[in-house]
């Protein structure tokens, strides 16, 4: 039996744990009960990511679309959110894998601390508890969560196929991030809609905001990968730099440095290369461009929102976006 008692997890932004706190501690208990297994070693690895401190946003955004929409009982939403959060944990998991990350989310990272192999499988064990939730749902509820992993995994072969690769273009970062980042928020929202009793014109324009608050939130993480304060954002930057991962200020930049592409393009570089890498990006001009860019994805969720009648929680789901912006202001 599992008695491991969930970590208390700041959510993001601040002001949902005040309005929707119940609900986010119920996907906490939630996720703990369901990171439980026969195999120790399995929960042991789970339970090290998943209660490390995530901020909890794609539970946070599909709960206030849900409540937004007029949704009531919970027993559905919190099930889909916690879903959400096992895939996104699942592909965490792969993502250090495939990057060879040493840490995440200021720890030593589970591959690090428990080597490939096992890292694997719990990615795949937390994949499996994902859907056995999903499972209870629906069938177009099951093929929505089931779109999100097929463009998770696609975006993750895209991604590698232009990891230090100096020829990646903006077209070819925003199809990764589309499919990495945003496809999940998409079909949270739009699970969160359906759920809460949506009529079908809602359902999709809350699609159209869960995917444009995750183009948001993947650009603000790039530019803070740059431009943040390690100790406010909790993590070194310029990882993306390190594993070679098109950011959207690197791509932004490349097409105007020699060096930089250079730098971008070396296998292993060293923490020099990604000093000065960091630096060219910095003096490049382009962080004001990402700003734009995020600012005005942000805008698109606030524009889709129209639609959903004013109420505390319509309120809250903006300023979590507002919140988003201003990590970078």
Not at 34 to 41: A, H, M, V
Not at 134 to 162: K, M, P
Not at 293 to 301: D, E, K, M, Q
Request: proline share 4%; net charge negative.
């Amino acid at each position: 039996m599992n008695t491991a008692q969930p970590r208390r997890v700041r959510p993001y932004p601040e002001a949902a744990s005040s309005l929707i706190g119940a609900e986010l501690e119920q996907v906490e208990h939630r996720l703990v009960e369901l990171l439980g297994s026969r195999e120790p070693r399995l929960s042991e690895i789970a339970q090290y990511l998943v209660c490390s401190g995530g901020k909890r946003v794609r539970p946070a955004v599909a709960i206030f679309v849900f409540r937004a929409c007029g949704g009531e009982s919970l027993t559905d939403i919190i099930d889909a959110a916690v879903a959400l959060e096992l895939i996104h944990s699942a592909t965490l998991l792969h993502d250090d894998i495939i990057d060879g990350s040493d840490f995440r989310r200021g720890n030593d990272s589970a591959l690090r601390k428990y080597g490939l192999a096992d890292t694997l499988v719990t990615g795949d064990f937390l994949f499996c508890r994902a859907f056995e939730l999903c499972a209870r749902f629906e069938e177009r509820v099951i093929r929505w969560a089931a779109e999100a992993c097929v463009s998770l995994t696609e975006g993750e072969i895209l991604q590698a196929r232009f990891r230090h690769n100096a020829a990646v273009t903006f077209d070819d970062y925003m199809e990764i991030i589309t499919r990495k980042t945003a496809s999940l928020f998409r079909q949270g929202a739009r699970t969160g809609a359906y759920l809460g009793g949506a009529d079908p014109n809602t359902v999709e324009k809350m699609a159209a905001c869960g995917f444009a608050v995750g183009l948001t939130f993947q650009m603000v993480d790039d530019l803070l990968d740059v431009a943040g304060n390690e100790d406010r954002i909790g993590k070194p930057v310029g990882i993306d730099l390190r594993d070679g991962n098109p950011s959207l200020p690197v791509v932004l930049a490349l097409p105007h440095d020699a060096e930089l592409r250079s730098l971008f393009e070396k296998r292993e570089p060293t923490p020099a290369d990604i000093g000065a890498a960091l630096a060219r990006v910095r003096r490049s001009g382009v962080l004001d461009q990402v700003r734009t860019l995020a600012v005005g994805h942000a805008n698109h969720a606030r524009a889709a929102m129209e639609i959903i009648a004013p109420s505390v929680y319509r309120d809250s789901l903006l300023d979590l976006i507002d919140q988003l912006v201003e990590r970078v202001s």
